[in-house]
């Protein structure tokens, strides 16, 4: 048994000192403190141990949002309401895409990190976080287009856009807060009637866990739910983060035959805890990435890879006794 030291950055990130790191650990531990307090079968693993030898359990979903498949027109109008919008990019990932002057996609750059992380650099190191945007996102960003009056503003100019590339998360579910209450929330049984709710997107909609019409929200919950009502514990593992799990590249297919994934760069993070990744075919192979089919068509939206890019959360469950009694619906 043992209490884990202190909270890691997302990714395991080196870019920031040690006080920077110190100060995020600060951060995360407070939100981790405000449910850990109020939920009994969720636990923070700095104040509360956890045996030896329990593995992670990945919880994983499709990146596009799920709420743009009710009542889709077809494939092509789908994918460009996801595209054109940020905020319709509701699964924990969002993306961005360039184009050349005749219109045909360039590349499409997804992320996961979570804006909280980039609020406390502003606070802490906003050298870094200038350093960040300029080598991510474009080298014109100056500093008090992302600070202002003295509080980051996550939605800036350079962050909100569809087009580009994004910094990190800006849409307003998107939050690592959101994650840590989900799965705190999802520990709590529910009944309806006297019957257990257990299905995902009715557990979703009875205990009011996010979207029920979403991807990730559901699955949380109902992993989550699942392992609470054996009496375990649970919380989430370290780094909290949302990640990049992978991209499915079985119905890509390239002009030359090449791997589509010699085209999928991680360019922030691990392949283990992948925080951003962006599909680019470079200029030297003679064709663009809008050359590449998907399933047979064309690759004309960055929707069409998040169809096939997998995100995830990792939990810890902790074997326990608990037998909280069943809530009804809200």
């Known amino acids: 048994m043992a209490t884990l030291a202190n909270f890691d950055t997302p990714g395991r990130l080196r870019e920031s000192d040690e006080d ?8 995360v531990a407070s939100i981790f403190a405000r449910f ?16 030896e030898g329990i593995e992670p359990t990945a919880i994983a979903w499709v990146a596009f949002p799920a709420r743009l498949l009710r009542g889709a027109t077809s494939e092509q109008q789908r994918w460009a309401a996801a595209d054109n919008d940020r905020d319709e990019q509701d699964e924990y990932c969002e993306w961005a895409v360039e184009r050349d002057s005749d219109g045909k996609l360039e590349r499409v750059t997804l992320t ?7 609020e406390h650099l502003a606070q802490r190191d906003p050298d870094l976080l200038l350093e960040l945007y300029r080598r991510n996102v474009d080298e014109r960003v100056r500093l008090d287009e992302l600070i202002t009056n003295g509080r980051y503003q996550p939605a800036n100019r350079w962050n909100r856009s569809s087009v580009g590339r994004p910094a990190h998360l800006q849409q307003k579910n998107n939050n690592l807060g959101a994650a840590v209450a989900l799965v705190a929330e999802a520990t709590v049984p529910r009944e ?10 009715e557990l979703a909609q009875c205990a009011g866990l996010g979207n029920q019409f979403r991807n990730s929200d559901p699955q949380i919950a109902a992993i989550v739910n699942g392992a609470a009502r054996t009496g375990a514990e649970v919380t989430l593992a370290d780094p909290p983060g949302l990640y990049i799990d992978e991209l499915n590249t079985a119905a890509i297919q390239t002009r030359d035959g090449e791997d589509p994934l010699s ?10 805890y992948a925080l951003r990744a962006s599909f680019h075919v470079p200029p030297e192979r ?16 960055g929707a069409q890879l998040a169809d096939r890019v997998v995100i995830r959360v990792s939990g810890l469950v902790k074997p326990g006794q608990h037998r909280q009694a069943p809530v009804p619906c809200k």
């Open 20 to 27: 920077v790191r110190a100060g995020w650990n600060d951060d």
């Open 36 to 51: 850990a307090t109020r939920f009994e079968q969720f636990y923070d693993p700095t104040q509360t141990e956890t045996p």
């Open 112 to 118: 996961t990190e979570v804006g909280e992380y980039y």
């Open 192 to 201: 309806s009637g006297g019957v257990a709710v257990t299905t995902k997107q």
């Open 263 to 272: 085209f999928w760069t991680i360019e922030r993070g691990s392949p283990e």
């Open 286 to 301: 003679g064709y663009k990435t809008g050359d590449i089919t998907v399933a047979g068509r064309p690759l004309q939206f």
